[in-house]
Structure formats: structure tokens, C-alpha cells
């Protein structure tokens, strides 16, 4: 982690961040817990698969991928992590990190340390209430994510995941109408829908083609938001 940071009045991930809600803290609490965010370069690996648990992350900017090798020498992306996101949480149940996290393009990410985050949950209800809320909001996603990627065809796959990417960003503040940027290469969101580069791009074509998707390079609109959902509800 580098060692500058900045203040958390500037953080983007402003109301999602697990101390957002003005919780008390007395200051040298809030130095064992966290470190206020640090620039982690598109590239860089924040952490390393079979690691020991030592801290959970906030994306406060940006978007951190998790991937792992197989056996036969593929690559899986088990998911994209944008502003808001808790990482590291499924190393609670082994106390490992289960896959590396990478930052696909420049972000920003606070850490809490673990240990101390526990200690302080014991007392404080209100932060351990807003640590189980981001839990089973992992949770509940990872069980969406399951339904939708072995429910849909690859053209509806597709679409789904932009819908997730659009909603995830716009939550930030962003109009439904105001182009968003992909910030992750297309080679890896193939990886992580399970299909080739070739597949996912003759789907995407298939999307834009059918007026459900508008994409220019690395940004991207839905005309209509709603008829999207729509058409990816399982």
C-alpha cells in the first residue's frame, strides 16, 4: 500500500464506506483500524491468493478484479469490485484470500484491519450492524451473479453484466442517461462471463445491433434501461 493517503472527505465512495454514518471513533481507534486511502496502480496486486487475512478493503475509487489460475493454466475472474465493495471478505473463512485482486485501472482503496476491526465490532453495535450488512450484501450478490451467469444465454449474459456495471457506477450520482466507462479490458469481462473474446464481442455486436446497447470505445448508454431489465430477468 503506498504510503500517501488522503482524507476521507474526499473519498468517492462517500455514503457506501463501512464508517460512513458518523460513527464515533476516538482517533488513535481509528489508526489501529484504518488506513485511509491509498492509490493502487491499474496493474498492481493488492493482495495474493493463499495469503494470510490481515485486512478487508473498501474500493473507494476505481475497480479491483479477483481472478485465479487453474491447474491447466487458464485464468477465472471471479469478479469486479467497484466503489463501494468490501474485498477480502471471503478470506473469513479460512483466513485466506481465495483469489489475487488486481487493479484493472487506477484505483483508490481503504483497508481495515481485521483483527482489530472484530475487537471493535464487539463494542461499537452500529459498525458491527454495517460490517454484516456489506457481508450479506456479498453474499446475496454472489448468488445473483450464480443465478443470471447459469441462466441466461451469452447474449443476455452479457447484457446483464452491463446492467450490473451501469447500476453499480450510477449509484455514485451519475444520471441513467450519462455514458459510463468500462474500466476493465473486454479480454477480462469474457473471462469472467466464461466465454471466449471472439463470443463475447460477437454479443456485444449483437447488442448494439439490436438498439440495446450504445458503446463507444471504452464507454458505453443503454437507450432503454428498463426494457434491459426486462429482457434479463430470470
Known amino acids: 500500500m503506498p504510503a500517501s493517503v488522503t482524507a476521507c472527505d474526499t473519498c468517492c465512495a462517500g455514503d457506501l464506506c463501512l464508517f460512513a454514518e458518523g460513527l464515533t471513533v476516538g ?3 481509528w489508526e489501529r483500524i484504518v488506513q485511509p486511502h491509498g492509490e493502487v496502480r491499474a496493474g498492481r496486486r493488492l493482495y495474493q491468493r493463499n495469503s494470510p487475512l490481515k485486512y478487508i478493503y ?4 476505481g475497480c479491483i478484479k479477483t481472478q485465479r489460475d487453474t491447474p491447466d493454466g487458464s485464468l477465472v475472474i ?20 481465495t483469489a489475487d485482486a488486481v487493479a484493472t485501472v487506477d484505483s483508490e482503496v481503504c483497508r481495515f484491519d481485521y483483527a482489530q476491526l472484530l475487537t471493535h465490532c464487539a463494542s461499537h453495535p452500529k459498525i ?28 443476455r449474459r452479457v447484457l446483464r453484466f452491463f446492467l450490473r456495471l451501469h447500476d453499480s457506477i450510477c449509484l455514485q450520482g451519475r444520471s441513467d442517461r450519462e455514458t459510463v466507462r468500462i474500466p476493465m479490458r473486454k479480454q477480462d469481462i469474457a473471462h469472467y462471463l466464461r466465454m ?7 454479443n456485444l455486436a449483437a447488442l448494439r445491433r439490436d438498439g440495446l446497447l450504445e458503446l463507444q470505445k471504452n464507454h458505453f448508454v443503454f437507450p432503454d434501461r428498463g426494457l434491459a431489465h426486462a429482457i434479463t430477468q430470470i
Open 58 to 61: 473498501l474500493v473507494c475509487s
Open 27 to 29: 482517533a488513535g481507534e
Open 128 to 155: 458491527a450492524a454495517k460490517m454484516m450488512t456489506h457481508v450479506t450484501r456479498y453474499a446475496a450478490r454472489k448468488d445473483e451473479e450464480l443465478a443470471w451467469t447459469m441462466g441466461l444465454n451469452a447474449q
Open 196 to 202: 471466449t473474446p471472439e463470443t463475447f464481442s460477437r
Open 78 to 97: 471471479s469478479g469486479f469490485h467497484l466503489p463501494g465493495d468490501l474485498l477480502g471478505i471471503d478470506a473469513i473463512n479460512n483466513d485466506r484470500y
